[in-house]
């Protein structure tokens, strides 16, 4: 479930919740890619006009946090329509989940105008909720929420260098054994020298998912072969990362 509503002409909020079984199905679909997914939100300008039927284009792909369910962004504002689809992207793969209902910004802006004519509430009025709980109704100015979104979202100039720090790993195998100095052996299906002392050593790069290493050895006369057969799993997940600027992350 995912929905978005505007906050003010140039903001919009975005909430959704994702099941187990949404999660177990993605996992599944994407495979090996998993490993690497990261949950984002896709913004989409479907703005209908004379010239195109729908542009539907993408504004830009947003990665959020696993544990997040509350975002910000910001729009070109009055005269655009925006849909939000949620999913995991890894490299230029995106599954998507689930997706929004279309927001017409202004039909969304002129109908909670109406709703509160005389009142004297506006758009900022709406309350806001967020992780550390509900403001109750104060008036948030553009600059406020922009600083909401500097919180929560990563899209802001500051985020985007906070982004550049990254941590890889890359995994290495070494698989080692002996057999007769004179057997003609095989790893992977290539032949693989054995020393004078019967050694034998094969180095490998390691990928996520699933490898199966057979090794196949036939004695110098040729009358016997043995096959050993060594099999890997290899997973990775990255953790959310920890922003020590966050006061919330004080020790």
Known sequence: MIEARPLNPQWLQIRWSLSKATLHRAMSAMAESWHTAKPTLRLLDVTDNDSVVCSNSIVRDIVVGSRDHLWFTHVDGPGRSYRIVIGFSSGAKFHPLAKSSTVHMDEAIAQH??????????????????????????????????????????????????????????????????????????????????????RFQLRMKLLPGRQVIPAVAIDPNGGEERTVVLAIDISSRELEPRNYDDPNNAS
């Open 113 to 198: 105008g109406k709703a509160n004519e005389g009142t004297g509430n506006s758009l900022l009025d709406w309350p806001v909720t967020t992780a550390e709980g509900r403001l109750n109704q104060n008036e948030l100015t553009d600059s406020q929420l922009a600083s909401l979104a500097a919180h929560h979202s990563r899209e802001n100039s500051a985020g985007a260098l906070l982004s550049s720090f990254q941590l890889n790993l890359e995994s290495e195998l070494i698989v080692h054994g002996t057999t007769h100095p004179l057997a003609i052996l095989t790893l992977m299906g290539k032949p693989t020298p054995v020393s004078p002392e019967g």
